[in-house]
Structures are given as C-alpha cells and as structure tokens.
C-alpha cells in the first residue's frame, strides 16, 4: 500500500480541528448570511448595495482585510454597469476604509474623483465632501479642509439631515484645534456631545468624547482629559465600537504618562496595540509609535525613544502625514538635547519648524520656535535664541486673550452641565428607595463642608495674611536700602559741586581777576550748574517714579529731531573737552515712545560717553531698524568699560567712577535709564572694550 502524504495527513488534521472549532459554526453561519444577501439581490445595483452592507459588518467586527476585499468587488460590479451616482456611492467607501487605513493619498485621490460626480442625492455628496476635507485635513491641508467642509453643509439641511451636519461640524472642530482656535473648537465639541446624547447615537458620542478629551489633553488639562477619555473608553466597550476604542485607550494612555501614572501608561499602550493589530493589521502604527517614543523619552530611555520616533517617522514620510514628520522630528530633537547633541536637535527642530511653516499651523509654530530658542540659548547663541523666542511670542499673542477667555468659561460651563446632568439622572434612579437616607446624608455633609470651609477660609486668611506681611516687610527693607543709598548720593554728589561753586563766587567777590579768568571761572561754573542740572533731573525723575510711579505717554516720535535737541543740550560739555558730536539718524524715522522719558535716557547715554571720552574723542549716535523694533546706538570711542563692571552696570551703587577729567557722578543715570526703557516696552544693552570705547544699544517699538 502506497504511503500517504504527511503534508497531507497534517492537512486532513487541520481540517478536523477546524471543523470541531466551536467558532467556526458561527463563522460558517455568517458565511451563509452573506451569500444569501448576495443571492437574493435581484439587480446588479442591489448586489452592490449588499456587498457595502457585507463590508460594513467587517468593519465593525474589525476585519479589514475582508472589507478591502468585498469593497473591490462592490467597485467591479458598479464599473460593469457605469452608473454615477452608484459609483459615487462605493467610493465613498473606499475613501472612508483608505482613510481608517492611514493611506491618506490613496483616500483623497478617490473621493476627488467621487466629489467630482453629478449626483442628484445631496446627502451623498455632503459625505464625499466631509470624508475628502477629512483627507485633506489628515494631511495638513487645513484651508482645503475648511473650504470643503464648508461645501459639504451648504448641500444638506440641518434639520433633515442633523447627523451628517453635527458630524461635519465636529471634524471642523478639530481644524480650530489644530489652529489654535480653542474656544471654537470646544464649542463645536460640545454641540456633538449634545447631539450624540439627544438622538441616542453611541458611536458619534464615543467619538466625539474622545475628540474633546484629546484636546484637553494637549492643553494640558488632564483632570477633564481624563473625565472625557474615560466615558469614551466606557461606551466604545460596552456598544464593541473598536476604532474609537483604540483611540480613547491611546489618548488614555499619553494622558496617564504625562501624568507620571507609567505602569497604567504602559498597560494601556499595550491595550491599544492589541486592538490596533486586530482591527488594523496592515496600517502602519504612526501615532502609536511616536507616543510610545514619548513613554521612553519621559522615562529617559533615550535609545528606546529614538528607535520608535524613527520608526514612526519613516511611516509618516511614506504616508505623506505632516502632522507625523512634525512631532516626530520634534522627539528625535529632544532626544539628541537629552543627550546634549545640540547640532543634530538644532537640525530636527529646524525641520520641524518647516513643516509648521509649510501646514501654517500656529501651535506647531510656536512649539518649533520655543523648541529652537531653548536648544539655541544652551548652546550660548543668544542671538538666535532672541529671534525664536521673540517668534513663538509673536505668534502666541495672535491667539488673543479674549479667545482664551471664551474657551474656559465655555469649558467650565459645559462640564459642569455634564457633569450636573448625570448628578440629577442619577439621583431620580435611587430617589424613591434612598430619600430618608439621602436627606440624613445631606444634612451630614452639608455641616461637615461648612465646618471644613470655614476652618479652611481660616487657614488661607491667616496663609495670605502671614504672606502679606512679609512682603511688606522685604518691600520696607528694601526701600531703606534705597534711601540709604539715596542719602548718600545727596550729600555727597550734590554737596561737592555745590562746595565747588561756593569757592568759584569767593573768588569772583574777593579776588582782582582778570576779563579772561572771569571768562574762564564762569565756563567752570556754567560747566559746574549743567552737572547739578543732569544730576537734579536724575533724583527729580527717581523719586517721582519712586513716590508715585511713572505716567507714560506714548506716542509717535521723530527719532532724528529729538536726539537733535539732545545733542545740542549737551554740546556744551562736549566742546569743553573737544569733544564731537554727530546725529547719524535717517530724519523721518519714528519711533513709539514717551518723549520726556527718551529724552532722558539718551541726555544720559550721551554724558556718560562724553565723562569717559579724552579730548579729540567722537561720540555718535544712530539708529536702525530691525523688524517692528528701532535700536539706537550711543557710540563713543573713549576709555571703554572694566569688563567685571559691566554686568552690574544697571544697578544703583551709590557711587561711579571718574570722568576722564575727573567728573563725579551718582551712579544713577544708568539705573533710570534701564527703569524708563522697560517701562516703554523696550530693551537696553550695551557693549565695550577697555581702551577702544562703549556703545549702548536702546530697542524700542517702532513708530
């Protein structure tokens, strides 16, 4: 007898076991379901609409292998018979599976090509056009996005068609999101959650529970991210919607690890995964990835974080998804900051900030450039750490005050109306059988919170009270401390020059002098009156700031003219030391400033560089423009500053080093003037080499 095969011995066990499989009845059985549909369908367009239906149940039983199959033979029997409307129809399912699949071009190819069909059913076009904006949206493309969804709710009627409307709107939200635009975004979420919980739709209420907690969660408020999260989780378990589920578990997830909750962070990453490849076999993981790169990466686990930041990377470049090559360009940066390879996180971050410029989001924006200023400033170029942190603010502020307002009331509203809603549906459920119980309760509570609140408004009175005080006390202190300094710059500063005027007038009354030393004796003493003048307008403007604060005037400022009458106040100065002086300022540049105050700064930028400057010396003073900013510089190429001086050259110390003639000053000039700068929106900064001379650099609002 001939022997058989043991390929084919091992085939026929495989067959038993499968067949004795208590699954496979049930398979079988769906099996026979599906063919009856199929049978039954009497024209080739009811066939069609029974292989959706088919490729529907694979869907949500997670099996898109299937799905893609069954849609394939959907596309081939509605291209046999070229109907429009029924094509139209089946590649709207197939932008929605490429779009569940992450093949993001390959979605937005076909639904271009179903958006472009004449359909006669409205309904169907304004889900071609949701499903192709969420393609364009996936991929960054966010005014294509808008554009289109708006197109898609100018076909359809919010009352006759409320869950396609309430479902546009709710991918809309998530274009506000991702600009930045919360109050809006919040708004749109909550009016699906209200929707989703008015006609009892589970699955858009899962889904949109999620959406809000992802939102909440990059805001950072992880209280409310996980109220959200969590009720997300709970009704995509119990309805076995899977897609949400794997989204609410992964959002969960980077919610707890940010939280610092890592072994639940682990666990659920690990939940996640499962249902991923379960229901996405063949997807490549690109969120997963990079939060799992994320887990590491807070865990200083820095080979493990680049491994999966890499990984999702490659996936984002082969799927074309921005939002992908953004973030993860971004953790590659911060491991190599981590491990103090600043070039390379300089780089990734500069390829991050492209791809924020190229999808103009202004959260990306901000998140590169602060990113950039960070690595910048530890790698000392202090430069470019200006220019980014100067960038992510002026983007910042575009997201005006009253847009993050709106978001938190609304915010707060609405979760408190959520919140109290359940309260009350679950009071009515135990209110007949718990009444006695819940009155006693209440009354139990009700004086248990008084005592604590009134023990605890106790305690932060006598918390702030205590707090006060000492802030008070240090604020004294340190006003005493100025006075002391004060004092001795008054009896000091102002009794010399006055000693000094005092001897010129004895020898004016009680000498015979000649024309000539008058005329010099009273060059000394208008030299003497012009110093007592500047140190006078010092104290007068310190104690008038000191006593009852500074009232700026801002306005728009000839910069030329006013450094012009500057120059000529203290030319007097300057000619006695032989000193020039030159205004190098283009005549119509503004400059927004207070023009008593700039004034000020520049009389003493200026007399400081005529103190320290020899005769022959030039002191100039220019002015440049640099974005919404003006620099003037005060140059001068006299004695230059001690670089151990330089750092404390701002503060008052009671006393300041000679002129190059040996001319006294208060130390004081210098403090006002970085005083009355900042006040005025501005910057002041200098730089000098001993023996070469000093320039101060004055940065205020353009005019």
Not at 169 to 177: G, M, V
Not at 341 to 346: F, G, K, N
Not at 549 to 555: R, V
Not at 577 to 598: F, H, M, R, W, Y
């Amino acid at each position: 007898m001939a022997k058989r095969s043991p390929c084919f011995s091992f085939s026929i066990i495989l067959l038993l076991l499968v067949l004795c499989w208590p699954g496979f009845e049930a398979f079988a059985q769906d099996n026979q379901q599906e063919e009856i549909k199929i049978e039954n369908a009497k024209t080739d367009s009811a066939l069609v609409y029974s292989y959706l239906e088919i490729a529907e149940e694979a869907k949500r039983e997670g099996e898109t292998r299937r799905q893609r199959d069954i849609l394939s033979e959907a596309q081939r029997v509605a291209d046999s018979i070229s109907d429009s409307d029924l094509l139209q129809v089946v590649e709207k399912f197939f932008g929605e599976y490429y779009l569940e699949a992450g093949s993001y071009d390959s979605a937005r190819v076909v639904l271009e090509q179903a958006a472009e069909r004449s359909s006669i059913d409205k309904k169907v076009q304004s889900q071609v056009l949701n499903l192709l904006a969420t393609a364009y949206r996936y991929q960054s493309k966010y005014p294509e996005a808008m554009n289109t969804y708006n197109r898609g709710l100018s076909l359809i009627d919010s009352l006759e068609n409320p869950k396609i409307y309430a479902a546009i709107n709710s991918n809309k939200a998530t274009i506000y999101q991702n600009l930045g635009n919360r109050s809006e975004a919040i708004s749109l979420y909550h009016k699906g959650i209200r929707f989703a919980e008015t006609v009892g739709d589970s699955s858009f209420l899962a889904t949109a529970l999620n959406n809000l907690g992802n939102l909440y969660f990059e805001d950072k408020n992880f209280e409310d991210a996980l109220t959200y999260l969590e009720e997300s989780v709970t009704v995509s378990e119990k309805q076995g919607f899977h897609n949400t589920l794997l989204m609410a578990k992964h959002n969960l997830a980077s919610t707890q690890r940010d939280l610092g909750n890592y072994d639940e962070a682990r666990n659920l990453y690990r939940e996640a995964w499962e249902i991923h490849d379960k229901i996405r076999p063949d997807n490549p993981p690109i969120q997963l990835l990079h939060n799992m790169g994320m887990f590491h990466l807070k865990k200083s686990e820095l080979d493990e974080a680049e491994e999966h930041f890499q990984e999702s990377l490659e996936y984002s470049q082969k799927a074309s998804v921005p939002a992908g090559l953004f973030h993860n360009f971004v953790g590659l940066g911060d491991v190599a900051a981590a491990r103090g390879e600043y070039s390379a996180s300089t780089n990734f971050y500069n390829d991050a900030f492209e791809i924020a410029e190229k999808v103009d989001s202004p959260p990306f924006r901000i998140s590169a450039a602060e990113k950039l200023y960070e690595v910048y400033k530890e790698e000392g170029n202090f430069e470019q750490a200006l220019k980014y942190h100067e960038l992510a603010k002026q983007v910042s502020d575009r997201l005006t005050e009253v847009q993050k307002d709106e978001q938190l009331a609304l915010a707060e509203t609405e979760l408190g109306l959520r919140q109290q809603q359940k309260i009350n549906q679950l009071l009515q459920e135990k209110q007949a059988q718990q009444q006695a119980r819940i009155t006693a309760q209440s009354w139990l509570i009700g004086m248990s919170t008084l005592v604590i609140a009134i023990i605890l408004i106790l305690i932060f009175v006598l918390y702030r009270s205590n707090r006060e005080r000492k802030r008070v006390n240090r604020e004294l202190e340190e006003l005493n401390k100025v006075k002391d300094k004060m004092m001795a710059i008054i009896a000091h500063d102002l009794r010399s020059p006055m000693a000094s005027m005092k001897g010129v007038l004895y020898l004016l009354k009680d000498e015979d002098l000649e024309v000539d030393e008058v005329r010099e004796i009273a060059l000394e003493l208008e030299m003497s009156i012009m110093e007592n003048i500047t140190m006078m307008d010092n104290l007068l403007s310190w104690a008038h700031s000191q006593m009852s604060g500074l009232e700026i005037e801002l306005e728009i400022l000839n910069a030329h003219e006013l450094v012009e009458d500057v120059l000529e106040n203290c030319s007097l100065q300057a000619e006695h030391k032989s000193i020039s002086l030159s205004n190098e300022i283009e005549p119509n540049l503004k400059v927004k400033a207070d023009s008593n105050l700039l004034q000020l700064v520049i009389r003493n930028l200026v007399n400081n560089a005529i103190k320290f400057s020899k005769e022959g010396d030039a002191v100039t003073v220019m002015a440049e423009e640099q974005s919404n900013m003006i620099t003037f510089k005060v140059k001068d190429t006299g004695i230059g500053i001690p670089k151990k001086q330089q750092s404390d050259i701002f503060l008052l110390q009671g006393n300041s080093r000679p002129g190059t003639n040996d001319e006294t000053g208060s130390g004081l000039g210098l403090q006002l003037c970085k005083e009355f700068v900042e006040e005025q929106n501005g910057t002041i900064d200098l730089e000098s080499t001993e023996g070469e001379g000093t320039t101060f650099y004055v940065t205020l609002p353009k005019g």
